[in-house]
């Protein structure tokens, strides 16, 4: 058999794999997502699906690596590193899959950190309900249903007993959320690198060779408490500099190239029973400002500062507290040849690549590691809300797709 017919005849194999398991691959979604990980730094409840991930793998008959992010030689001291962050009882996870020798490498990464549920939706958070071909629960889209993508095309590839030349790890992350990424540092440190590493946050199946970056502040307003104003003239409020600074940083972004997120506004004052208690002393306002590639940590910095400062009035004094990392936009040749692979594997090889709209820990490959990344996951909506929901359609585009993709990239035969 020539090489091509070798790999459409395994091909075959594999398409009738996926189509007798399209319900595993939504049991597997649904059982990822009833196990909720959240992240609430400095600490995070990924355990218990981390060890869920890791009996997968084990009954795949793979040895399985478990590691904290911490005790990884080099990570803590590492420029990239995050402190302040716990890892007790959150373990990576990571597994090879031995190819022959001879191939192209391949990773799948992805985090299991799921943002806390806050608010309440038409469906629950952890029941992973599905309804009109979408899957809800938190963490479904980012990213719990890209992870089980992965997961299964690695099951199908070693029950169809695929010969693959290269290796295949997959690995599992904890802390991605808010800025972490120290798991996916982590793993790099731990020597997981290849020549090629897919990220499946969720694209709507489009595929990134470039990612926005960004950066979470809190900024604090500190002035004068005072009482009414009796005629002596009651002192500016903070949360009057603070509103100002929220309408100039929403005035700013139709200008932008990325958005910025506005979270929270508040008083930093308990009031005892309600309003009418005079000026407060403090106020807190917090934003996350993203930036597309090409724009560096000081530029993004200083056009902040450019939009706060100014709102500023009445000898109200703002404090900026860095609430995460400075997340760096990736920005790789959209034509790096992971990225052109995911491309063909999709069957889509003409559409152009792009850049994902959003941050993510893709710079952690891009800059702190040997091994290109390509961003290319599911759809769906609602992530960090309620009803967050990944598309029953994409989760088996997405899983055939890997499929295909480690076929040819590590090569079949
Ligand atoms: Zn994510």
Redesign the pocket.
């Given at each position: 058999m020539s090489r091509s017919s070798a790999t459409e005849a395994a091909t075959e194999t594999h398409a009738a794999w996926l189509a007798a398991h399209r319900a595993e691959l939504l049991e597997l979604v649904r059982e990822l997502v009833s196990l909720p990980s959240e992240n609430r730094p400095p600490r995070g409840e990924e355990g218990p699906c981390q060890l869920r991930v890791a009996a997968y793998l084990s009954s795949l008959g793979l040895t399985v690596d478990e590691f904290a992010p911490d005790e990884v030689p080099g990570a803590t001291g590492h420029p990239a590193w995050w402190p302040g962050r716990e890892y007790a009882g959150r373990p990576n996870v990571a597994a090879r899959l031995r190819g022959r020798g001879g191939g192209r490498s391949l990773i799948f990464s992805g985090?299991v950190d799921v943002v806390p549920a806050l608010g309440e939706g038409a469906h629950g958070y952890w029941d992973g309900e599905v309804e009109d071909g979408r899957l809800y629960g938190r963490g479904s889209l980012?990213?719990k249903g890209g992870v089980a993508c992965y997961l299964h095309a690695l099951r199908c590839l070693v029950e169809c007993g695929a010969p693959l030349a290269g290796d295949i790890v997959v690995e599992t992350t904890v802390d991605?959320e808010f800025g972490g990424a120290n798991g996916t540092l982590a793993c790099r440190l731990r020597g997981y690198n290849a020549d090629g590493a897919v990220l499946p946050?969720p694209t709507g199946l489009a595929v990134c060779h470039a990612t926005r970056g960004g950066i979470q502040y809190r900024l604090h307003a500190r002035g004068e408490k005072g009482g009414m104003d009796f005629g002596g003239g009651a002192p500016p409020s903070p949360l009057h500099t603070l509103a100002r600074t929220a309408v100039a940083l929403a005035d700013a972004e139709p200008a932008r190239a990325a958005p910025i997120y506005q979270y929270l506004l508040h008083s930093g004052d308990e009031l005892p029973w309600g309003t009418g208690e005079g000026t407060p002393a403090s106020g807190v306002l917090e934003f996350w400002a993203e930036i597309l590639p090409g724009t560096s940590r000081e530029t993004l910095e200083a056009e902040l500062r450019a939009i706060v400062e100014p709102a500023a009035v009445g000898g109200v004094r703002i404090e900026w507290e860095q609430r995460t990392r400075f997340l760096p936009a990736v920005d790789q040749d959209p034509y790096t040849p992971i990225v052109s692979a995911m491309r063909a594997a999709l069957g889509d090889a003409r559409a152009e690549p792009r850049v994902a709209p959003f941050a993510?820990d893709a710079f952690m490959f891009s800059e702190h590691s040997p091994t290109p990344v390509v961003v290319c996951g599911p759809g769906g909506d609602n992530p960090h809300a309620p009803d967050e929901y990944v598309l029953v359609d994409d989760l088996h585009a997405l899983s055939t797709a890997y499929v295909r993709l480690a076929l040819d990239w590590c090569g079949a035969l």
């Open positions: 985090h980012d990213m991605e946050e993510s």
